[in-house]
């Protein structure tokens, strides 16, 4: 189904809108649970569709899941089903992976699809495999369908070529029941892997290091239940800040950690972009004259790239040429055509695009094609004179809780 956001834009943004919790957090908090004995219970879990997807996919495992009117979800996982996860859900996001971590773990045999998600280019599970393998575990693949099975899983020390979120986690979670002690060097640094260490050992699981490049896990044989928060989302974050910049007045976006986003405040600060940050608040103030800025995607504590294309929109109001280089996910510049269409001047081609500004956006047809991509167009479409219509607007309700009321609460004229 075609979903679509309409948007009637420059309109002046103003009041406070508040960050949801972190979906990076909880499409892998969500997959973990399946290592618990007992209920689980996570408060300010996000409303988006991922969560829904992996909710869906806990209860063909026979998790009960049930939900309470104030974003929080109760997980009973005691009566688990190891059933194979050969289900199209699987495919339509890129988290569902996680399954493979946790059920390995458990059970040490899981049997599923490759997992699916945003079309940012080649993203291979290798890291994974290779982990996975080195403690214990064989693995074989026929057409889309994985299947890992080990005897016992022994823990190893694995070095990670890259940095990978998803592989650290994978292993944090195949290595909470594996003998002995398991050490993750290179390990990815995201606040997404403390959040989930952090609930893991209230669990009783013995990780230490998350944060950090290097990650110690000692086996046990059990995890229990517990009461968990997820952190708030340093992505969405990070997208309201730049809306605000784009056309706000006097904006303030709560429920933020600062330090979760330096690398972009940074750049605002260099742009001109006028900020005032709190313990726990951002507030954006009208800024006129804004500066080109050059950008590198590393990962984290470096600029985000779940950023940079939201950025994009923005550094299309900038006096001059800005340019930005994507380490991570070197197909990730979709978003620049659609922008295009809108009146923007950019050059891109594998890994690179420069913004050629100012360019005054014109509202248009134009179609997101993966969430963050979704994201740059809505900040596009609030800019733009005219109306703006976002066709595949689901990709935007992957990640973005109530995103069309919280911007109407601002003064956006969208539906």
Not at 315 to 338: M, P, Q, V, W
Not at 392 to 406: E, L, T
């Amino acid at each position: 189904m075609n979903e679509i956001i309409k948007i009637r834009g420059n309109r002046k943004l103003n009041g406070e809108v508040t960050v949801s919790s972190c979906k990076n957090s909880a499409v892998a908090i969500l997959p973990s649970v399946v290592l618990a004995s007992e209920i689980v219970r996570l408060y300010d879990v996000p409303e988006i569709e991922d969560v829904k997807v992996l909710v869906k996919l806990l209860e063909l495992l026979n998790v009960k899941v049930e939900e309470s009117d104030d974003d929080e979800l109760t997980i009973d996982p005691t009566r688990i089903a190891n059933v194979d996860l050969l289900d199209e859900d699987v495919m339509k996001l890129r988290a569902s992976y996680y399954f493979m971590g946790a059920l390995l773990g458990r059970f040490r045999h899981v049997k599923m699809y490759s997992p699916g998600g945003c079309n940012l280019g080649p993203r291979p599970i290798d890291l994974h495999l290779k982990g996975f393998e080195a403690l214990g575990a064989t693995i074989s693949q026929e057409g889309n369908i994985i299947e890992l099975n080990a005897e016992e899983l022994v823990g190893d020390d694995i070095y990670l070529d890259f940095a990978s979120v998803g592989a650290t986690i994978n292993i944090m979670l195949a290595a909470c029941f594996a003998t002995g002690r398991t050490t993750i060097e290179n390990a990815a640094k995201e606040p997404e892997i403390i959040d989930l260490s952090s609930m893991l050992n209230k669990m009783g699981a013995q990780i230490r290091g998350a944060g950090t490049s290097r990650i110690t896990i000692d086996g046990v044989s059990r995890l229990k239940g517990c009461i968990h928060d997820i952190i708030p989302d340093r992505i969405e974050a990070g997208t309201y800040i730049i809306a605000a910049a784009a056309c706000g007045q006097d904006v303030i976006i709560k429920n933020v950690i600062p330090q979760h986003i330096e690398a972009l405040l940074s750049k605002l600060e260099d742009m001109g972009v006028k900020l005032m940050q709190g313990p726990d608040f951002v507030r954006v103030l009208e800024s006129d004259d804004l500066k080109p800025v050059d950008i590198i995607t590393q990962p984290f504590p470096g600029f985000a790239t779940d950023l940079q294309q939201p950025l994009t929109a923005l550094l299309t109001k900038a006096n001059g040429d800005s340019h930005i280089e994507e380490t991570i996910y070197l197909e990730r510049f979709k978003h620049c055509a659609e922008l295009n269409k809108m009146g923007a001047n950019i050059e891109f081609e594998t890994g690179n695009s420069h913004i050629h500004g100012p360019t005054p956006l014109k509202g248009t047809d134009i179609f997101a094609t993966d969430l963050r991509c979704g994201a740059s167009l809505v900040i596009a479409g609030l800019m733009a004179e005219g109306e703006t219509n976002i066709h595949n607007a689901y990709h935007i309700y992957r990640g973005y809780d109530s995103i069309v009321d919280k911007l109407k609460a601002l003064g956006a004229d969208i539906q």
